[in-house]
């Protein structure tokens, strides 16, 4: 027996959907194909299905307080590969998210870390070109 998979995507608890709705709108250059403002939010771009969602008051307890511990940092790593991550750092930082470290290469590529506004952090990838 198999589970049956159709799709998969990423989703992201938050109490300020408005906040990473703005944030993500414009790291990804488009809005949200559906929207409730206030709660549900979803984007998709090549390669992936982004949610945010505000849980119910009776789940935030779950979602929130206990994700997030005693630091201030998100639960998620979200990995973008880009084509450019020179204009993608570019990008970021126009947004007001300078990316808190250098540059990293690896057998894989190079990659930056940056963060949204929930703390979730950012892999911006490119891989080995030439």
Known sequence: MSLGLCNGFVTVASDQVEVLVEF???LFSQPPQTESPGTYAEYQVPGLRLAIFKPSTAHQREFLELARGTEARGTM?????????YGAIAHLTAMGYLPP?????????????GYDPD????????????
């Open 24 to 26: 993500y709108t414009r």
């Open 77 to 85: 790593s979200l990995c973008l590969e880009v084509k450019d991550i």
């Open 101 to 113: 470290g250098p540059l990293m290469t690896a057998s894989h590529g190079q990659e930056i870390y």
């Open 119 to 130: 703390g979730n952090r950012l892999i911006l990838h490119q891989g080995p070109t030439g």
